[in-house]
């Protein structure tokens, strides 16, 4: 049984930095062709991708967001961590983590965790 | 703006049938990758519904009254026998070469009237 949780601060001031772990089971991200992106969702807005590690550590970033991005991961924990700088009231979302299966050009995030509100504010 | 453009809302009667479009460009669903659907309930995570450009691509528990369907730099999302349970938030996925990343569409809001 595949499951995500994610976890991290409810409010960040701005100009901050958000540090959000990603916490799963029932998969192994050394496992050849897993991968684990970050997606958030600004609220009554769309979707947004933000970033993806794969089994091999290859990492990849939204091109809007890149600069202030960093995706790792630890695999003995079975977690991915997801920082992002200078946080600003726009990005508040609630942010989830999800599994990515298969290609990454093909890909589709078959698991999600039930995502995580971050509010930035003053 | 998204990259992938859907309609804000679509609408129709309980039994009926809808479909959501998402359309691209020659960068993304054009460029013949794959297009992947969602539903979102109301306060919950997004769920898979499709993947890949077949109709037959559900994960299990997802009923065949759902099927997805590309052509050209568009695709479509079909339900069929609309039910009330069915009233959700859908969304497209792709991904585009010029980004190098996974692409969203904007929603489309399904009303069950």
């Known amino acids: 049984q595949v499951t995500l949780r994610e976890s991290g601060p409810a409010l960040l001031k701005p100009t901050q930095t958000l540090t959000l772990t990603c916490t799963f089971s029932g998969f192994s991200l050394s496992t050849s062709g897993m991968c684990v992106s970050w997606i958030r969702q600004p609220p009554g807005k769309a979707l947004e991708w933000l970033a993806l590690?794969?089994?091999?550590?290859?990492?990849y970033y939204s091109t809007s967001l890149k600069t202030r991005l960093s995706i790792s991961k630890d695999t003995s924990k079975d977690q991915v961590v997801l920082t992002m700088t200078n946080m600003d009231p726009v990005d508040t979302a609630t942010y989830y983590c999800a599994r990515m299966s298969g290609a990454y050009s093909t890909g589709y995030f078959d698991y999600w965790g039930q995502g995580t509100l971050v509010t930035v504010s003053s | 703006q998204s990259v992938l453009t859907q309609p804000p809302s679509v609408s129709g009667a309980p039994g009926q049938r809808v479909t959501i479009s998402c359309t691209g460009s020659s960068s993304n669903i054009g460029a013949g990758y794959d297009v992947h659907w969602y539903q979102q309930l109301p306060g919950t995570a997004p769920k898979l519904l499709i993947y890949g450009d077949s109709n037959t691509n559900r994960p299990s528990g997802v009923p065949d009254r759902f099927s997805g369907s590309k052509s050209g730099t568009s695709a479509s999302l079909a339900i069929t026998g609309l039910q009330a349970e069915d009233e959700a938030d859908y969304y497209c996925q792709s991904y585009d070469s010029s980004l190098r990343g996974s692409v969203f569409g904007g929603g489309t809001k399904l009303t069950v009237l």
């Open positions: 590690i794969d089994w091999d550590d290859d990492k």
